[in-house]
């Protein structure tokens, strides 16, 4: 935030001295009184520093470009940053209010730019879950999967082929079905019985 400016201003007042005229032969007529002149209403000036509404981001979106699904999420209220890349991979780091993810951007080229797709993931800590509970899950759903980690732990991931003909709101849809996945797989695992006995369209 910009520190706040104060203006100092300083009214000079112009004095004049009299002028002492020659003695005229007649008296001269008593000078009438100036009237007053009114003051000039002083308008108030925008301030320089008064803040400006922020630009959108300019610029074509590319969805195979992990620097703009960067910004696209933080259109949609998360924070993503790059964690690393190596391989034709780079991974995103994604907290978002109620959830935390990873983004797996995969076929990039060596500038890690141009990516041919993009997988989400995220792993629960709910250790109990079998692999024929994940394989009832996966039968149910058309877009999540469901995987045990080496570990035993619950996992889902969905996955989309990016090109550059993918616009934002195309790519805005696909975060969506994320979306639906993680609170899908969320009461999956918090009750795979219970989850597993209701139908799923």
Known sequence: MRAPIFALCLSLALVTAPVMAATPAKPAAAAKPAAPKPETPKTETARADAPKP?????GPFYATNPADIIALFSTMGAKATQAKSEDGMVFLDVTA???????????????????RAMALFSVFDKPGISLAQINDFNRSQFACRGVLT???QPSVMYAALVDARLNQDQTRAHLGVWQGCLKGFGEFVADPVEFLSKPHG
Do not use: H, L
């Open 54 to 58: 922020a630009k959108p981001r300019s």
């Open 97 to 115: 209010p109620g959830a935390a993810f990873g983004v797996q951007m995969i076929g990039c080229d060596s500038k890690g730019r141009t990516c």
């Open 150 to 152: 080496p570990d035993g």
